[in-house]
């Protein structure tokens, strides 16, 4: 998955991590050294959501 999980606010980005082998075929994670697993998500669009914006009141007519 490439995209964010979500447009604004705090999402989450996700790729898969394969153990493979020299011939870049995926074997079982065991042979694979867990301590250079690379990551498989990470937090993605950290910036705020559209909000509502008040105005003043106005006068009260009759």
């Known amino acids: 998955m ?3 999980s979500t447009t604004c ?3 989450v980005r996700k790729r898969i991590v394969s153990c493979v082998n020299s011939h870049s ?5 065991k042979y694979c050294d867990p301590a250079k697993r ?3 998500s990470h937090r ?8 509502w ?3 003043k ?4 007519s009759e």
């Open 9 to 11: 606010g705090r999402g």
């Open 2 to 4: 490439n995209k964010c």
């Open 53 to 55: 914006k008040t105005g």
């Open 44 to 51: 993605c669009r950290m910036t705020h959501c559209p909000r």
């Open 25 to 29: 075929h995926s074997v079982a994670s």
């Open 38 to 40: 690379p990551i498989d």
């Open 57 to 60: 009141w106005s006068m009260v």
